[in-house]
Nanobody, 127 residues
């Protein structure tokens, strides 16, 4: 049984930083691509960042490029999202997701390609 548990969310002022973590269990982590998505109230879930299974390829949404960094530690079965220069429009519930196939060098950006999801962690950025 796959379990993804996010942590690290909270309330932050604009311009601040937060680091989200997602601990995975139940399936070989090192063979999976991992992604972060977010959903703001009244909006659809949107792609934020993804990393391939080896950590050699990362892709970002234009809205977070240059501010957010995705990384992973396969020894700890954990993926991270370092969020800097936070803006009020970054306010959302953030979800990590696991693509168990993980075979592509380029990790997927579509939520349809991720089989497993965490419960989400709230990030609120005040102006």
């Amino acid at each position: 049984q796959v379990q993804l548990v996010e942590s690290g969310g909270g309330l932050m002022q604009a311009g601040g930083s937060l680091r989200l973590s997602c601990a995975a269990s139940g399936r070989p982590f090192s063979s999976s691509a991992m992604g972060w998505f977010r959903q703001a109230p009244g909006k659809e879930r949107e792609f934020v960042a993804a990393i391939n299974r080896s950590g050699t390829y990362r892709t970002y949404a234009d809205s977070v490029k240059g501010r957010f960094t995705i990384s992973r530690d396969n020894a700890k079965n954990t993926v991270y999202l370092q969020m800097n220069s936070l803006k009020p429009e970054d306010t959302a519930v953030y979800y990590c997701a696991q693509d168990a196939s993980g075979s592509s060098i380029v990790p997927p950006r579509s939520h349809d390609e991720y089989e497993y999801w965490g419960q989400g962690t709230q990030v609120t950025v005040s102006s």
